[in-house]
Structures are given as structure tokens and as C-alpha cells.
């Protein structure tokens, strides 16, 4: 059966707390909550089974690739051009640009080896920094912003592209870190900050810790991994989105729960980290683990608080509502909390 595909759409920000609604759903790590989850797109389906249901690998990968025959992955590969790009350019307009849909797709979690995926990833890497590691690949890896260089090495890793470029682009992050330990996509420009960013360190992080997961017996692997224990620190001394002077939240939008997060930060996104990486349960965390059980709904779920402007191919989830996505991530952190 052919794919409908919308029009874009406009979205502007769009930022709701409504928990009112009757529950639907009994209790949280109810089977109906599963069954919700498993009644939801392919992505959400095979991250379900492996994640909170412990499926054998044989078949959450077989549903995995359901995500390539159907649903949101299917919607958005089948509206890639020709040439192997999306949107009419590599990193704008935002969303539907090839950088930002490569990162959806990563989120939903296509099959790596997928072919237009990976030309569309190879594409964005050579536009952005080059084909090859030469000198103007140093040039621009210097002059890139951080964020940008995280999601490139994001991209790149989870579409198997595996050359000397990865290695210079994980060494330069290595050396572009700040004295606090994180990062900041502004680090170079004046005036020169003096603290790291929230919102360049988690695409950095993200992009390492996809690193991390392919390599794991690459040389600089304990090198990224003390500085993803530095940037933590530095993200616990804030308990992930309180200022470490005043403890008054930092931004009214680190406290709510996004999806998708596109560049930005949220306390939601960090929690969703610790988790990912199993790092240890922190009590500096408990803030943010009130905070997003703070935001569950009376039928166990979690919303979609808020939603970036930009234009995008269609709407993953409505605001407001119960999301799937969202559930998922916020059981996936809150297992790891209670250790199981």
C-alpha cells in the first residue's frame, strides 16, 4: 500500500502541562501499559521488547526492521531525494534538513546497515566536513560548532561510516573540552565563555557514547570515557538543570519534557543519558527523577510538554497527550533508577 505523505507542516513552540485527562491506562509497568506501548509504531514496538520487556535479540531485531517497511521510519525515507539528501539541504532548513532527519532516524532506530540511510550519511559527513582527512577536513572540524560535530559523529556511527575521519573527529573533541569538563559550540568566538553549554555538551555526549557502543576496543575508549565521567560531574553539579549558585531552575524549558529534542536540553534528556550509559545512581539525580514523576499522567503516562518551532515533514505526537515516546524513555530511566 503506498505511503501518504503529508504536506510539511509549520510548528511553532507549543508548551502544555495538561495531566487532567481521565485515566485510560491502570497503573505504570502495568501489562496495559506495555500493551499501549507495543500497540505504538515499529520504533516504539522493538525498543519496548528489548528495553522493558527483555525480549531475545533474534526478535526485537526482526521488529526493528519493521521500522523500514512502515510507520515513521518508512515516512521519512521514502521523502529522501534522490541525490541521498532530505529537505533541500545538509544541515537547514530545521527539521526536515539530512542532519536532522539522519538523527530522527537514529532515535527510531533503523537498521544500520541500510543503505540509503548510509549514503544519506555519508552525504551530510563529506558536505559538513569533507570526504577525506586532509587538511581542509582539519580546517573545517576546527571552525565547525561543537553540536554539529557531535551529531555528525552520531550520525556517522550509528550508519557504519568507519574511517580516519572518526578517529580526528572524536580527537578534537577530546581537546575541545572546556576547564569544566564540558563543552561549548561557542567556545572560540568572542566574548569567550567561561562555562560550558548544556545544550553542545549532550550532542557531544551522544554522539560519544554511539561511539563508545561500536568501539569498545579502541585506543582512546578510556580517554572518552573519563571525559563523559567529567561532563556528568559537571551536569550533577547542577542536578541537571538548577544553577549550582542559587539552586533556582536554570531555564523554564530544561524542565519540561520535549520530544523531539532536536539540539536543545532538558533534564529529561540528561536523565535518559545516565540511564543509557548505566551510570551510577547519583543522589545529586533526585531532583530530576521528582521532576519526571512529577509529569506522569493520571493514567501512568507521559506527555509531550513542549514542541520546537521549525518546519517538519508530519507530527511524530501530538502536545499534551499521552506519548509513546516519551513513556518509553521515562520507564527506560526509571528502571535503571529502582536498578532493575
Same mark, same amino acid.
Given at each position: 500500500?503506498?505511503?501518504?505523505?503529508?504536506?510539511?507542516?509549520?510548528?511553532?513552540?507549543?508548551?502544555?502541562?495538561?495531566?487532567?485527562?481521565?485515566?485510560?491506562?491502570?497503573?505504570?509497568?502495568?501489562?496495559?501499559?506495555?500493551?499501549?506501548?507495543?500497540?505504538?509504531?515499529?520504533?516504539?514496538?522493538?525498543?519496548?521488547?528489548?528495553?522493558?520487556?527483555?525480549?531475545?535479540?533474534?526478535?526485537?531485531?526482526?521488529?526493528?526492521?519493521?521500522?523500514?517497511?512502515?510507520?515513521?521510519?518508512?515516512?521519512?525515507?521514502?521523502?529522501?531525494?534522490?541525490?541521498?539528501?532530505?529537505?533541500?539541504?545538509?544541515?537547514?532548513?530545521?527539521?526536515?534538513?539530512?542532519?536532522?532527519?539522519?538523527?530522527?532516524?537514529?532515535?527510531?532506530?533503523?537498521? %544500520?546497515?541500510?543503505?540509503?540511510?548510509?549514503?544519506?550519511?555519508?552525504?551530510?559527513?563529506?558536505?559538513?566536513?569533507?570526504?577525506?582527512?586532509?587538511?581542509?577536513?582539519?580546517?573545517?572540524?576546527?571552525?565547525?560548532?561543537?553540536?554539529?560535530?557531535?551529531?555528525?559523529?552520531?550520525?556517522?556511527?550509528?550508519?557504519?561510516?568507519?574511517?580516519? =575521519?572518526?578517529?580526528?573527529?572524536?580527537?578534537?573533541?577530546?581537546?575541545?573540552?572546556?576547564?569544566?569538563?564540558?563543552?561549548?559550540?561557542? =567556545?572560540?568566538?568572542?566574548?569567550?565563555?567561561?562555562?560550558?553549554?548544556?545544550?553542545?555538551?549532550?550532542?557531544?555526549?551522544?554522539?560519544?557514547?554511539?561511539?563508545?557502543?561500536?568501539?569498545?576496543?579502541?585506543?582512546?575508549?578510556?580517554?572518552?570515557?573519563?571525559?563523559?565521567?567529567?561532563?556528568?560531574?559537571?551536569?550533577?553539579?547542577?542536578?541537571?538543570?538548577?544553577?549550582?549558585?542559587?539552586?533556582?531552575?536554570?531555564?523554564?524549558?530544561?524542565?519540561?519534557?520535549?520530544?523531539?529534542?532536536?539540539?536543545?536540553?532538558?533534564?529529561?534528556?540528561?536523565?535518559?543519558?545516565?540511564?543509557?550509559?548505566?551510570?551510577?545512581?547519583?543522589?545529586?539525580?533526585?531532583?530530576?527523577?521528582?521532576?519526571?514523576?512529577?509529569?506522569?499522567?493520571?493514567? %501512568?503516562?507521559?506527555?509531550?510538554?513542549?514542541?520546537?518551532?521549525?518546519?517538519?515533514?508530519?507530527?511524530?505526537?501530538?502536545?499534551?497527550?499521552?506519548?509513546?515516546?516519551?513513556?518509553?524513555?521515562?520507564?527506560?530511566?526509571?528502571?535503571?533508577? %529502582?536498578?532493575?
Amino acid at each position: 500500500m503506498p505511503i501518504h505523505i503529508p504536506d510539511f507542516v509549520e510548528v511553532g513552540d507549543v508548551i502544555s502541562h495538561d495531566v487532567t485527562r481521565q485515566p485510560t491506562i491502570r497503573s505504570i509497568g502495568s501489562d496495559d501499559i506495555l500493551a499501549w506501548l507495543m500497540d505504538g509504531d515499529a520504533a516504539i514496538c522493538w525498543q519496548t521488547m528489548r528495553d522493558l520487556q527483555g525480549a531475545p535479540a533474534k526478535r526485537w531485531q526482526a521488529e526493528r526492521r519493521r521500522t523500514l517497511e512502515e510507520g515513521w521510519g518508512a515516512r521519512l525515507l521514502a521523502l529522501q531525494a534522490p541525490d541521498g539528501s532530505w529537505g533541500g539541504g545538509i544541515y537547514a532548513p530545521k527539521w526536515t534538513s539530512t542532519t536532522y532527519t539522519l538523527l530522527m532516524l537514529c532515535a527510531i532506530g533503523i537498521p %544500520g546497515d541500510y543503505a540509503p540511510a548510509q549514503r544519506g550519511a555519508a552525504l551530510m559527513l563529506d558536505a559538513l566536513l569533507g570526504p577525506r582527512r586532509d587538511d581542509a577536513f582539519m580546517r573545517k572540524l576546527a571552525e565547525c560548532d561543537r553540536c554539529i560535530v557531535g551529531m555528525n559523529l552520531q550520525i556517522a556511527t550509528c550508519f557504519g561510516i568507519d574511517d580516519a =575521519r572518526i578517529d580526528a573527529i572524536v580527537e578534537n573533541l577530546l581537546a575541545e573540552a572546556m576547564p569544566d569538563g564540558a563543552w561549548n559550540c561557542r =567556545r572560540h568566538r568572542k566574548p569567550y565563555p567561561h562555562h560550558s553549554s548544556f545544550h553542545t555538551t549532550f550532542n557531544v555526549l551522544e554522539g560519544l557514547r554511539d561511539w563508545l557502543e561500536a568501539t569498545p576496543k579502541h585506543p582512546l575508549r578510556d580517554d572518552v570515557l573519563a571525559a563523559e565521567t567529567n561532563a556528568l560531574e559537571l551536569l550533577l553539579e547542577h542536578h541537571l538543570f538548577k544553577s549550582d549558585k542559587t539552586g533556582e531552575v536554570i531555564h523554564p524549558k530544561f524542565a519540561v519534557l520535549s520530544w523531539p529534542h532536536r539540539w536543545h536540553y532538558d533534564a529529561f534528556r540528561g536523565l535518559c543519558y545516565f540511564a543509557r550509559a548505566n551510570a551510577p545512581r547519583d543522589p545529586r539525580l533526585q531532583d530530576a527523577i521528582d521532576l519526571l514523576i512529577s509529569r506522569r499522567r493520571g493514567d %501512568g503516562t507521559w506527555p509531550v510538554e513542549y514542541t520546537y518551532s521549525g518546519k517538519e515533514f508530519f507530527r511524530v505526537e501530538k502536545s499534551g497527550g499521552p506519548s509513546r515516546w516519551n513513556t518509553l524513555r521515562a520507564l527506560r530511566v526509571l528502571r535503571w533508577w %529502582g536498578g532493575s
